[in-house]
């Protein structure tokens, strides 16, 4: 039981630069934990490339096998709530960032950490939805608690061809939203109409130097995965009592913007962290995912790659370049 298996091992060096690459793990290097999981897949989230490149001071433990998602078949558990060849989620938490992740054959984690597969997912349509599909759930899940309903009118979705944005867009228009997408990618007006959403926006449409604190409002909802000026352009087109799900920050942390649109149209901006976020609500969510939320294009928004295939996959994301799901079959 203690044969090396493959795991891509993120490390920092004496200069303190962050480098990454396939490596061979034994059993007694896993992190505690009740659940030993054989990992089948993991997935590609924006956040595994700041971790893996080192772009993002993500890592807060070296050496640390990276992959924050996770989905698998228990090999042994000591919690009576999982047992030897049940299919598993893990997502989040310390994993992949100081707990050894998803990018390896094996993975030991606290049960608290795992959720059961719900019935209506496989394991490979886990991970095409991943942390990225759970947070577009979760980001919808809280506007629709905070009072959003498809009569009250368009949500917007930046970050439109992302992996939350293409997965928040299929959400939103099967379950009857009008759902706007805004993309800096003027080529891929017919992968978003395909995946629901009723119009396009493009980034270059818009002067964002120029935007006043209220514009026209148009959304009732939004999905914001960038952060930055797009927030604030986001904010100053709420409708009255529009909701904000704020999710991103692949353009920026800063916001520089004013109190006018929650004091003079009451809108609210709700923060989504989907790390901590734990029972009940984490099973919820996944148990919306295989039910009314389950992606209608999850095959066309997602690609596998080879687990050989991970360390050169990084780039593109951190260049904005990639569009929708990345799924590393981590099994053979
Ligand atoms: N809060 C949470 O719990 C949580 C969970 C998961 C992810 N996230 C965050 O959510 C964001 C999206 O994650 P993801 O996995 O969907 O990432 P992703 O697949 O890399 O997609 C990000 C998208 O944002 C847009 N974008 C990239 N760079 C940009 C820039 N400089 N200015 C404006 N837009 C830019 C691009 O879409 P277009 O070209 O179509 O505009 C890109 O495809 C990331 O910031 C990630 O860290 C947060």
Redesign the pocket.
């Known amino acids: 039981m203690n044969a090396p298996f493959k795991a891509l091992v993120i490390n920092q060096d004496e200069n303190r630069k962050v480098t990454s690459g396939l490596a061979s793990m034994t059993m007694d290097q896993l992190d505690a934990g009740e659940v030993l999981i054989r990992v089948h897949y993991s997935s590609i ?3 595994d ?1 700041l971790a893996a490149t080192g772009v993002g001071k993500i890592i807060r433990r070296f050496p640390c096998a990276g992959g924050i998602d996770m989905s698998g078949e228990v090999v042994e558990s000591s919690d009576s709530r999982f047992r030897a060849g049940d299919k598993v989620i893990a997502t989040s938490f310390d994993i992949g960032v100081a707990h050894h992740g998803g990018y390896a054959e094996y993975a030991r984690v606290p049960a608290a950490w795992v959720v059961a597969l719900p019935d209506g997912l496989d394991l490979f349509e886990a991970m095409a939805l991943g ?2 599909g759970f ?1 577009a759930a979760l980001g919808i899940v809280r506007m629709e608690d905070n009072g959003l309903t498809p009569a009250g009118g368009p949500v917007v979705v ?8 293409g997965l928040a867009i299929d959400m939103l228009s099967r379950l009857g939203y009008h759902t706007v997408a ?4 003027a080529s ?1 007006g017919d992968y978003l109409k395909m995946l629901g959403a009723s119009d396009i926006r493009l ?1 270059s449409s818009i002067d964002f130097d120029k935007v006043r604190p209220l514009e026209a409002g148009e959304w009732a909802g939004a999905v914001d ?2 952060g ?1 000026q ?1 927030l604030h352009w986001v904010l100053a087109t709420m409708k009255q009592a529009g909701v904000v799900a704020s ?5 920026s942390f800063n916001i520089n913007t004013t109190v006018f649109p929650f004091i003079l149209r009451g809108v609210s901006l709700l923060g ?4 901590y976020m734990g029972f009940p609500t984490r099973q919820r969510v996944w148990d919306r995912l295989a039910t009314d939320l389950k992606p209608r294009h999850l095959a066309a928004v997602t690609r596998t790659i080879t687990f050989d295939e991970l360390p050169g996959a990084f780039d593109a ?1 951190i260049q ?1 370049t ?2 929708g799901r990345t799924v590393v079959r981590v099994a053979d």
């Open positions: 989230n924006y956040k490339a942390t990225a947070t930046t970050g439109a061809t992302g992996g939350v944005g805004l993309t800096g990618k891929e980034r995965n960038v930055g797009i999710i991103g920050n692949a353009a989504i962290d989907s790390g994301f904005g990639v569009k």
